[in-house]
């Protein structure tokens, strides 16, 4: 399943960025979809999911910082990054649920119940 996301960069300590994530091969409108990162040296991280409904979940880690949206029509996801801190430098993967259905906000938030991935973007923060 094509994930390809674009529009990672290097951005100076609070600046923006907004990466997506062009999707095809199954139906885009009905999955949630999700953004996951890796920063240098560590594990995956949940940043964001969006609902096939397009309500979007944040981690705290992130939330009031970064935006997470869907265009149905475009079978596009988005995921607008502001304030952006050091911490924030790491490959971010947009990824697709393993399966359409209700989800919860626990739920939601385990990279394990992504099953698509795509091929990622980098986002670095330095001054």
């Known amino acids: 399943v094509p994930l390809v996301a674009s529009g990672g960069g290097l951005v100076q300590p609070g600046g923006s960025l907004r990466p997506s994530c062009a999707t095809s091969?199954?139906?885009?409108?009905?999955?949630?979809l999700g953004w996951i990162r890796q920063a240098p040296g560590k594990g995956f991280e949940w940043v964001s999911g969006?609902?096939?409904?397009?309500?979007?979940y944040y981690a705290d880690s992130v939330k009031g910082r970064f935006t997470a949206s869907r265009d149905n029509a475009k079978n596009t996801l988005y995921l607008q990054l502001n304030s952006l801190k050091t911490e924030d430098t790491a490959m971010y993967y947009c990824?697709?649920?393993?399966?359409?259905?209700?989800?919860?906000?626990?739920?939601?938030?385990?990279?394990?119940?992504?099953?698509?991935w795509g091929q990622g973007t980098q986002v670095t923060v330095s001054s």
């Open positions: 091969g199954f139906t885009f409108r009905i999955y949630v």
């Open positions: 990824a697709k649920w393993r399966t359409v259905g209700p989800v919860s906000e626990s739920t939601i938030k385990e990279v394990t119940n992504y099953d698509s």
């Open positions: 969006v609902t096939s409904g397009g309500s979007p």
